[in-house]
């Protein structure tokens, strides 16, 4: 099976790059912009996941799936420890997987924010979850330039009685759709966490940021790196990719 893919995850998480120019588009058109060339038409990967803390820090590797813009799954290969523990995102439903205990959990959708195996990634982080384009208004709040190219960083806020966590967050989206940065704001507008792309490399065809950081907002020595080992984007993917069978038994 070939393997790849957010960040993830995000928290795996693309579709071909977007023609045309970002120079005269709005922020509604960023954002969706931005979310399409993250996830793609489909795409698989491989992602290195090091959670670090100041007295501990892990690593585990991570193979993932995406479709569309809804569907997602992947599953922990590394440590043994792990291996097998996977999410499934269907639409906006989302299942966890326990092989030690052999069973399959059905998230509520309080838990689609909590944190992935103890990492700063929520399961919608990794799920690389498109609310943000539904759920948020967007409005363009600066424009700067950088390497010659312009970078808009955009503001979005969630709608009356949208179902969201975040308050507020913001974005800086490059020119070409590439994020660069996704600051996450609680009810009271306070920074909670923040999570960066860097080293933007040729990745499955086209140019993405291979690291991905979130970190939270009051301490620079906790956070969680995703780092892309693999990364392909397709035109599609198989209906039995994302099921709960697949989910039981993908990355064994």
Wanted: glycine share 6%; aromatic share 10%; charged share 25%.
């Amino acid at each position: 099976m070939t393997v790849i893919k957010k960040p993830f995850f995000a928290f795996f998480f693309l579709v071909c790059a977007i023609p045309g120019s970002a120079f005269s588009m709005d922020a509604q058109t960023l954002i969706q912009g931005s979310v399409d060339y993250y996830r793609g038409n489909a795409s698989e990967a491989v992602v290195a996941m090091t959670i670090h803390r100041p007295a501990w820090e892990r690593t585990m590797t991570i193979q993932g799936w995406t479709r569309g813009q809804k569907d997602s799954v992947f599953t922990i290969t590394a440590p043994p420890k792990d291996k097998g523990n996977g999410t499934l995102k269907k639409g906006t439903e989302m299942w966890s997987y326990n092989p030690k205990i052999n069973r399959v959990i059905k998230l509520p959708p309080s838990m689609m924010s909590q944190a992935w195996m103890g990492s700063d990634f929520s399961n919608n982080d990794l799920a690389k979850s498109d609310t943000i384009i539904d759920d948020y208004t967007h409005e363009i709040a600066g424009v700067e330039e950088q390497g010659g190219k312009k970078i808009y960083t955009v503001k979005s806020i969630p709608k009356p009685e949208a179902p969201v966590v975040w308050g507020m967050q913001k974005l800086k989206i490059r020119e070409d759709f590439i994020i660069l940065s996704q600051e996450f704001f609680d009810e009271d507008r306070k920074l909670v966490k923040v999570m960066t792309g860097d080293d933007i490399v040729m990745m499955g065809g086209r140019l993405f940021p291979r690291l991905w950081k979130m970190r939270k907002a009051e301490t620079t020595e906790e956070y969680t790196l995703l780092e892309y080992k693999e990364l392909t984007f397709k035109e599609d993917l198989p209906d039995s990719l994302f099921t709960l069978t697949a989910l039981r038994n993908v990355g064994r």
